[in-house]
């Protein structure tokens, strides 16, 4: 019966917390990547560096970095080289959307990336956390609009009582 009460307890923190397996990625390393597009020397190294600053960047937990992210990756997405790259590029959006708060367009750029790549788990895996929280999100908003309500007919019938 613990086990049972504890799996329920761990379910509603995940509900508040939104407990996703995205990993965070901290300023060193963002300035890390930055210093390798610094002192990169040739097109194709930079490009690379390019893609690890942009995976770094929509991966932090600071809004301005998840933003630079997204511009990055917006501005480059014209110039991929490959279906790979266009892929991965789209990939790294959705998940600097997902940051953001963005869910709808995450799952719309994740929708591009699965009909690129349909078996593509880690874009299957983003896109069902994505969903979660945009249900979540929206339960949240009934229960604010029912709460709403609730209190608004609660003042008019204490109004009404008075009269």
């Not at 078996?119 to 999100?137: F, N, P």
């Amino acid at each position: 019966m613990d086990v049972k009460i504890r799996e329920f307890f761990d379910s509603v923190g995940s509900f508040f917390t939104g407990g996703d397996n995205i990993p965070w990625c901290d300023r060193d390393i963002i300035a890390g990547c930055e210093r390798e597009v610094a002192e990169s020397d040739s097109s194709e190294t930079k490009n690379e560096c390019l893609m690890r600053l942009s995976w770094a960047l929509v991966h932090s937990r600071h809004p301005e970095d998840v933003n630079r992210g997204i511009a990055m990756l917006e501005a480059s997405l014209d110039s991929s080289a490959s279906p790979l790259q266009t892929r991965e590029k789209l990939y790294l959006l959705a998940v600097g959307f997902y940051r953001n708060g963005d869910y709808l367009r995450s799952r719309q750029i994740l929708e591009q990336c699965l009909q690129m790549a349909p078996d593509w788990g880690q874009a299957q895996t983003l896109k069902k956390v994505v969903e979660d929280r945009i249900a979540k999100d929206g339960m949240i908003g009934i229960g604010i609009a029912a709460t709403g309500v609730g209190l608004l007919v609660a003042g008019i019938a204490a109004l009404a009582t008075r009269k």
